[in-house]
């Protein structure tokens, strides 16, 4: 069955420090890739996606992710955090649109920023 | 723009109660989810409308779940006898189908608790 493995529930970083949210999925045939954010009390929001373009993915708020088919993985980076960056991070698949478009998610990890 | 929004934002219920919860989604979308998100996971998907119709209700965990969608705007997901282990948060998603891996764009959600 496909699934989404997110390594790591929490990952604390300092404020300027690379941020680095580790995604891999499992699936014979490449799917399309999120990553979303979800603020408290918040909706999740769309952070970046994958769809067989360009394997570097530029996102809002200045992270980026990498396609790496061959390690079957989309990890989300970011250069320097802020303390802005604080929230939870959901890596998500799906093989595309209408009743394929059905998103499986992550576990999600909890990004900590220390001032 | 308006976002999608859900309401109740909060649900406090007993046990073998009946609840509906409410999704408008953003204006002229076609498709419309509804995803589960019970706490220290990821999202999971429950079902999926384009327009009127359920087109794929696989994610549904029993009959006591019923979702409908009219007129092919708001929708509404009701849960029947609601039993402790539906304590959850509610997530409505709509995009606009168009195409492949369309962004799904999320509600801030309906927080159920059954006591």
């Known amino acids: 069955a496909q699934s989404v493995t997110q390594l790591g529930s929490h990952v604390s970083v300092s404020e300027g420090a690379l941020v680095l949210l580790r995604c891999n999925y499992s699936?014979?045939?490449?799917?399309?890739l999120f990553w979303y954010v979800q603020y408290p009390n918040q909706g999740l929001q769309l952070l970046l996606k994958?769809?067989?373009?360009a394997t570097l993915v530029k996102g809002i708020n200045g992270f980026e992710a990498e396609f790496k088919k061959s390690e079957t993985s989309f990890h989300l980076t970011k250069p320097s955090a802020h303390m802005s960056d604080a929230a939870e991070y959901f890596c998500?698949?799906?093989w595309g649109g209408g009743s394929q478009g059905n998103l499986i998610f992550g576990k999600g990890t909890k990004l900590s920023v220390k001032p | 723009g308006a976002g999608v929004s859900q309401t109740p934002s909060n649900k406090v219920t007993e046990k073998g109660k009946y609840v509906e919860l409410r999704c408008d989604p953003i204006?002229?979308?076609?498709?419309l989810y509804w995803y589960r998100q019970s706490l220290g996971q990821g999202p999971e998907f429950l079902i999926y409308?384009?327009?009127?119709?359920?087109?794929?209700d696989s994610g549904l965990p029993n009959d006591r779940f019923f979702a409908v969608r009219p007129e092919g705007s708001v929708s509404t997901l009701k849960i029947q006898r609601t039993e402790r282990g539906d304590s959850a948060v509610y997530l409505c998603?709509?995009?606009?189908?168009?195409?492949?891996?369309?962004?799904?764009?999320f509600g801030p959600g309906t927080r159920l608790l059954v006591l």
């Open positions: 998603a709509s995009s606009l189908m168009q195409g492949q891996a369309e962004t799904q764009y």
């Open positions: 998500a698949v799906s």
């Open positions: 699936s014979s045939v490449p799917p399309y």
């Open positions: 994958y769809t067989s373009a």
């Open positions: 204006s002229g979308h076609t498709a």
């Open positions: 409308f384009q327009g009127t119709g359920a087109a794929d």
